[in-house]
């Protein structure tokens, strides 16, 4: 997983609420999946018209934008489905950072496992964001080591991301390397359950009644 | 210091705490279906690692196979890789399958409370959003993505925070032709689509405790459209009385131990939630949604709400967006709306309790000629119980098609769509933008309601059948 420091770059933004990861990606195209080539996928009932051209109303469809890292979203982005074929289609569009007041709980998550920020910030910050990258062509600049977004007129918003989620991300580490480490620790644990709850542990299975 | 039932159920299954409320906790159930099973297997495998505890993952194909009479796993050609890559996958694994045509196939969420592998008191997780249902039957469960599935294959484990407690009590008596659906409909409505965002609900009060399990699961089903990752009902004798006798529940001298464990299951008098909220539903009408989001619910006799009385602008757009999307008008009623498509089914409302509620509606009636309508059964379990009880030939003959267990038209997934423009009543959960098909409206309905629609045409009260 690519590691998070600083991200330098456009914003684009998009306010509807409650933008769902069924809108982020849609379902068939990830049952082939190969989470590489997902990018040009991404958003595509927003980001394509009926006859499959480009909707110039998009605004990564429009040049100022097209590369743009960051996303500036409406509150309870990424609502709905689990998938996280839309953390990897944001990314294969080039996205690293997504910012709302709030996001779905899961996508949120997903994000992490993948070296994608989500951050949260008020819904007046995130006007002002939102109005900046519209009305300005400069870069805006994320950077998790000092927890600090500056915008292209140099206004700086500190956010507050997990401690731990903030290390794994600078590290570029998911969560599976970091609990292998315990294993022993989970086995004793397991032991000890097997004794307190073997209704847990008894998964045979009867024939049905 | 008094605790809730989240916190009992969290605090004992945590291996290890790492302070600031996350905690490495134990996973007492892993479902996997066709859609990620063989894809975080593979991952698995790619990355050297073995299922640590196989004896403790099951799964099922649901979402990407075909629900076509007759079907195999390779009658949706491109579900046919997902399919055969879940075989053989958890076969290496040694994973129990329940495959397709075998006892125990069904969508994720309904084979798991109906074999008795989902406990009260369980912690469950699987790489699907819906898994909060199984908190119907007093289980801590969420869904999870696709590396956190992968870790907890690995590792039995899953690192989490732990969430801000929210408790909804749902007071009172049911009116005439509501349902569980229609109440979680109007909960959903009332509090937004967001309102559960970083939340674990528990749902309380009198109509959850009068409510049979597949009401409470259906319930809890929408926890996640309410943008909570859980819901939980605290398990009763109901509870328990559903589990006597199912396969993978306890029985005998264990099950003595493990009621005694249960029925400890609740949240003390005093303990605190941080937002608690009460509804009367005996104000509930029979509801629908008009929009794109589960929140855009309102009851069958209201109008289609007018954006410009919406305040926030951001929201105002969303609305108009959603009311350009849906082909509505704002201001009319919604009742009388002409729909194409109905679908009766997905893990909301597949149960025996809804194909008979369904079913009692649709006997002796017809099928609007304009629509087409889907019945599909959650489960192989389901289906032939409610063959048994001739609840097929109820629909046949009202004109419905009577399909194979599982996802369908609910995501999609299989290649069955609503076709672009098309509208359809559908008893799942999820309105979204294309979530049915591209381009197709979908209105979210009890499956009474659903049958009220295909026998009018019309979007219609079922009050007025
Ligand atoms: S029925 Fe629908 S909501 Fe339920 S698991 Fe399947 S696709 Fe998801």
């Known amino acids: 997983m690519e590691p998070f420091r600083v991200v330098k770059g456009g914003a684009a933004a998009l306010m509807q609420t409650n933008i769902n990861t069924d809108v982020v990606i849609r379902i068939e195209r990830l049952t082939n999946a190969d989470r590489s080539k997902l990018g040009r996928f991404a958003l595509e009932a927003l980001r394509y018209r009926a006859d499959g051209s480009e909707n110039p109303d998009f605004p990564f469809n429009q040049s100022k934008y097209r590369d743009a890292p960051i996303l500036i979203a409406g509150r309870n982005f990424g609502c709905g489905s689990s998938r996280e074929g839309a953390v990897w289609a944001l990314m294969g569009m080039g996205l690293r950072c997504v910012i709302a007041e709030s996001f779905g709980d899961i996508f949120y998550g997903n994000c992490f496992q993948n070296g994608m920020l989500p951050i949260r910030l008020p819904d007046s910050q995130i006007q002002m964001l939102a109005r900046e990258a519209a009305e300005l062509s400069g870069a805006f600049t994320v950077d998790l080591e000092r927890s600090k977004v500056t915008t292209p007129s140099g206004r700086t918003v500190d956010f507050t991301i997990d401690p731990m989620r ?44 | 210091m008094p605790q809730t039932l989240f916190d009992k159920i969290w605090e004992s299954h945590v291996i290890e705490d790492f302070g600031d409320g996350w905690a490495l906790l134990h996973i007492d159930r892993l479902l996997i279906h066709d859609l990620g099973g063989a894809p975080a297997l593979n991952e698995l495998k790619r990355r050297g690692l073995k299922v640590r505890n196989p004896e403790l993952v099951f799964a099922t194909p649901d979402h990407a196979v075909s629900s076509a009479p007759g079907r195999t796993g390779e009658t949706f050609p491109e579900g046919a890789q997902l399919w055969s890559g879940l075989r053989k996958m958890t076969r290496e694994a040694g994973i129990r399958l329940f495959d397709l045509g075998e006892d125990g196939q069904g969508i994720v969420h309904v084979m798991g409370p109906e074999l008795g592998l989902v406990l009260p008191g369980a912690t469950l997780i699987c790489g699907d959003s819906h898994t909060c249902t199984n908190g119907g039957m007093g289980a801590l469960a969420f869904g999870v993505g696709s590396t956190e599935c992968v870790h907890a294959l690995a590792t039995q484990t899953i690192r989490q925070r732990k969430p801000r407690r929210m408790r909804i009590r749902l007071d009172g008596a049911l009116g005439q032709g509501v349902t569980p659906k229609d109440v979680i409909l109007h909960v959903i409505g009332k509090f937004g689509a967001a309102a559960g965002v970083e939340h674990s609900i528990e749902y309380a009060g009198s109509a959850i405790r009068q409510m049979d399990i597949d009401g409470r699961l259906t319930i809890c089903n929408l926890s996640v459209e309410m943008g909570a990752k859980s819901g ?20 005998g001298k264990v099950l003595e131990q493990a009621l005694l464990h249960w ?34 619910a309102i009851a069958i006799d209201d109008m289609i709400p007018d954006p410009s009385t919406e305040s926030d602008l951001d929201a105002r757009a969303t609305m108009r967006a959603a009311l350009d999307y849906m082909g509505l008008e704002a201001g009319r009623s919604i009742a009388g709306t002409k729909v194409d498509w109905v679908f009766i089914g997905s893990c909301t409302n597949s149960r025996l309790s809804d194909l008979r509620d369904a079913a009692r509606f649709a006997k002796d009636r017809r099928v609007d000629a304009r629509v087409t309508a889907w019945v599909v059964p959650g489960s192989l379990a389901v289906k032939r119980q409610a063959e048994a009880e001739g609840l097929d030939r109820i629909f046949r003959n009202a004109g419905f098609q009577w399909r194979e267990p599982g996802c369908s038209m609910c995501v999609a997934a299989n290649g069955e769509r609503i076709p672009p423009g098309a509208r359809c009543v559908s008893t799942t959960n999820r309105n979204f933008v294309g979530r049915q098909g591209p381009h197709a409206r979908t209105h979210l309905a009890s499956p009474a309601m659903a049958v009220a629609a295909a026998v009018t045409g019309a979007i219609s009260d079922v009050r007025c059948l």
């Not at chain 1, 390397?177 to 009867?206: E, F, H, N, Y």
């Not at chain 2, 104000?283 to 629908?288: G, L, Q, R």
């Open chain 2, 232 to 251: 939980i009902v605290a398990p009763d004798d109901k509870t328990f009385a559903y589990l006597a006798g199912r396969p993978f529940a306890p029985g």
């Open chain 1, 166 to 209: 903030r290390e794994a991300l600078l590290a570029g580490l998911d969560d599976i390397g970091l609990t292998l480490a315990r294993s022993s620790a989970i086995g004793v644990w397991q032991s000890a359950d097997r004794l307190a709850r073997p209704w847990v542990w008894d998964t045979g299975g009867r024939p049905a009644r």
């Open chain 2, 263 to 296: 029925r400890s299951l609740a949240s003390d008098d005093d303990a605190a939630f941080d937002r608690d909220e009460t509804v009367n539903v005996a104000e509930v009408s029979p509801t629908i949604t008009w929009g794109t989001s589960p929140q855009h």
